[in-house]
């Protein structure tokens, strides 16, 4: 008799930790799942946010998107360069070449 009772009582015990383990871990796998989804949304809402209340003269990173043509003129090389600019200036917009090369470094910057 005591061993069918201690062998109840085993399968009683595991069961119930079982249980109890299916529990949390379903537990916690919903809310992680729940809590990736609120943490993708705030950081949207943020993002919205932060370009809709951009400020160009506060934040240098927070310019006006520029057309195709207007980034090549400004960013560009060679012949597409020359050509966007010259398609800006037909169009009547003005041209910001960016800014002149500048200084030179020299000396073993320069190899």
Same mark, same amino acid.
């Given at each position: 008799?005591? =061993?069918?009772? $201690? =062998?109840?009582? *085993? ?6 930790? +079982? ?5 949390? $871990? =379903?537990?916690?796998?919903? +809310? +992680? ?6 943490? #993708?949304?705030?950081? *949207?809402?943020? $993002?919205? *946010?932060?370009? !809709?209340?951009?400020? &160009? ?6 310019? &006006? !998107?520029?057309?195709? #043509? ?8 060679? !012949?597409? !360069? ?7 200036? *037909?169009?009547?917009?003005?041209? #910001?070449?960016?800014? &002149? %090369? %500048?200084? =030179? $470094? ?6």
């Amino acid at each position: 008799q005591s =061993s069918t009772s $201690l =062998s109840a009582e *085993n399968v009683s015990r595991r069961s119930a930790v +079982s249980g109890l383990a299916t529990i949390f $871990l =379903s537990t916690v796998a919903t +809310s +992680s799942t729940a809590n990736a989804l609120d943490m #993708d949304a705030f950081m *949207n809402a943020e $993002l919205a *946010n932060d370009t !809709k209340n951009c400020d &160009p003269k506060r934040d240098a990173k927070c310019a &006006p !998107k520029m057309s195709e #043509d207007e980034a090549l003129c400004k960013y560009g090389q060679g !012949k597409a !360069k020359v050509e966007a600019c010259r398609r800006l200036r *037909n169009a009547g917009q003005t041209v #910001d070449m960016g800014q &002149p %090369g %500048g200084k =030179s $470094l020299g000396g073993a910057y320069a190899m």
